[in-house]
């Protein structure tokens, strides 16, 4: 008897690994509707390309939302069988120095992706571009569209890696998200993660210090903390200490509230260490400044965020170095997020990632409600996620 036939639709990071995964065992054809595989792994390798985060166990589950339902997939296969996997294709990878994953030195990310592809062509994986999945038909198999004409895929089981609904570009454009519906399955509707805030920073404010970065700051809200850097820009904050803080603003915002975060410019000094600083020092800005070591971009924050008459007065400035608090317009637009939380709704799925109302149908990647910070966390998660896939 012949192997058993997936067709996986979506060639981004989650359905290429989901084919390397089960190739040994099944024949595999990968649909997607761009002209290439893994363009928003392209983009991703643009920018810091985190493959993973040396994060494991219990810790790195703890960095999913909702943390349950990636808990099992997370720790069968975390960061180490992720760097093994990529050490098995040849692409050794190193811890930088906040935990993040990259490839070694000199390996660029279009060869992380050819390596990857290379396998599977080796292995007999047959790719088709220019594929659109547009639906299903009344027994659920998959209709696709090229530019000349329509067609029905059959298959023993469909893999769908259709990714989130952020940087179009790439092919996520969340469009799919009716024709689930239209079979019986509920979604929840896109909504931006890991993206910039959107603040109503003063006209002078704005002029002068548009692109320069705070360092080495802490930012919270609520009870969550992030340290790390963020990047002034003309419409608010953008950077590494920002986008792990998404999801607790957005859920300010679900409630009607409007959420404000707190800057700390001196997370290694408490408040008495920096107040003994500038306790003798004449209540002028600049002295206080100057003994604090503020740069004139955190100076031009706090005097921005706080009234007059406090930033001459040492301990009510200490409370503005220590705890600044900026009120959020509103996330980015969500075209410009590096993930999308929304999609399919969780409770439709198994722990293999098939459908509970339709088991030969297996959905993973961005395409699932679930959010993650960025570090490596999202491509972490695809690939637990088609590890995970556990079909005969
Ligand atoms: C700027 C940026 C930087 C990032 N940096 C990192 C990082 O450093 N580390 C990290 O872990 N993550 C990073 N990410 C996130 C990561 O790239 C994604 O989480 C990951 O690519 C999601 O994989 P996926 O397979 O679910 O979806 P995608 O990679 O988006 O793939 C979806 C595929 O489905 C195809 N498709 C969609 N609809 C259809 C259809 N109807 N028919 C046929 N094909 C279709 C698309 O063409 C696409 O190829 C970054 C993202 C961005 C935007």
């Not at 993206?195 to 609520?222: V, Y």
């Not at 020092?281 to 005097?303: E, G, H, W, Y």
Request: hydrophobic share 40%; with cysteine; net charge positive.
């Amino acid at each position: 008897m012949g192997k058993k036939k997936i067709i996986i639709i979506g060639g981004g990071a989650a359905g290429l690994m989901a084919a390397d995964r089960l190739c040994d065992d099944f024949e595999i054809a990968i649909y997607d509707k761009g002209k290439t595989i893994g363009r928003k792994f392209l983009v991703a390798g643009n920018g810091g390309f985190n493959l993973t985060n040396k994060v494991e166990g219990e810790d790195l589950a703890q960095h999913y939302l909702p943390h349950y339902f990636l808990e099992k997939a997370l720790l069968k296969n975390d960061s180490s069988k992720m760097r093994s996997w990529l050490s098995n294709l040849g692409i050794p990878s190193f811890i930088g120095t906040s935990g993040r994953v990259f490839p070694e030195k000199g390996i660029k990310p279009a060869q992380v992706l050819k390596k990857i592809k290379d396998r599977l062509v080796e292995k007999g994986v047959n790719f088709f571009f220019h594929h659109e999945f547009i639906g299903f038909n009344e027994k659920c198999n998959c209709i696709v569209t090229t530019d000349e004409s329509e067609m029905i895929l059959d298959a023993d089981y469909y893999i769908f890696s259709l990714g989130g609904a952020s940087w179009s570009k790439t092919g996520s454009d969340g469009k799919w998200i009716t024709t689930f519906e239209k079979i019986g399955i509920k979604t929840v509707p896109f909504q931006a993660s890991n993206c910039g805030l959107n603040i109503e920073w003063p006209d002078h404010f704005k002029t002068h210090h548009s692109g320069k970065p705070l360092k080495n700051i802490s930012i919270s809200i609520d009870d969550l903390e992030v340290k790390g850097e963020a990047i002034i820009t003309e419409y608010g904050l953008e950077g590494n200490a920002i986008y792990p803080l998404t999801w607790k603003i957005r859920e300010a915002f679900s409630k009607g509230n409007t959420p404000t975060i707190n800057i700390d410019f001196k997370p290694l000094n408490t408040r008495e260490q920096l107040l003994q600083k500038i306790k003798n020092k004449p209540p002028k800005t600049k002295a206080f400044a100057q003994a604090l070591n503020l740069n004139s971009t955190q100076v031009a924050l706090i005097k921005s965020f706080s009234e007059k008459k406090y930033f001459l007065e040492p301990s009510v400035f200490i409370t503005s170095v220590k705890h600044l608090q900026i009120p959020i317009q509103s996330l980015r637009p969500m075209e410009e997020a590096i993930s999308t939380v929304g999609g399919i709704d969780l409770d439709e799925v198994n722990s293999n990632f098939s459908l509970k109302k339709h088991p030969s149908i297996i959905v993973i990647g961005e395409m699932l409600d679930w959010d993650a910070p960025t570090g490596g966390f999202l491509l972490q998660g695809c690939f637990s996620m088609a590890q995970a896939i556990d079909i005969k």
